[in-house]
């Protein structure tokens, strides 16, 4: 069974980090666009950032541009995003998703295939 399992969040201070991690299970991520999308309490759901499966390009919401960085490990079937200098705005369920896309770069606007169960993140002193 596909399965898409995020772990890495929890309550930071602001300016702190959290790395998250996507772990995939029952398929291998190779040739799918990964992207990570978050949902704060009333908030409809936003593409944070997304990386291609077919050469690895990425794209970042200008709201995290500088500060999160996302990254694959083919090996590990994982995708990761690394979130630096957070901000109590950067508070939100995090979801990571998947969508086969051999030949095309990714984008956040797509309709996935698989989500994760969602983590939550919450930047507060």
């Known amino acids: 069974q596909a399965q898409l399992v995020e772990s890495g969040g929890g309550l930071v201070q602001p300016g702190g980090s959290l790395r998250l991690s996507c772990a995939a299970s029952g398929f291998t991520l190779d040739y799918y666009a990964i992207g990570w999308f978050r949902q704060a309490p009333g908030k409809q759901r936003e593409g944070v950032s997304c990386i291609s499966g077919n050469n690895g390009s990425t794209i970042y919401a200008d709201s995290v541009k500088g500060r999160f960085a996302i990254s694959r490990d083919h090996a590990k079937n994982a995708v990761y995003l690394q979130m630096n200098s957070l901000k109590p705005e950067d508070t939100a369920v995090y979801y990571c998703?998947?969508?086969?896309?051999?030949?095309?770069?990714?984008?956040?606007?797509?309709?996935?295939?698989?989500w994760g169960q969602g983590t939550q993140v919450t930047v507060s002193s």
């Open positions: 998703a998947a969508r086969f896309l051999p030949f095309q770069s990714c984008s956040t606007r797509r309709t996935y295939e698989y």
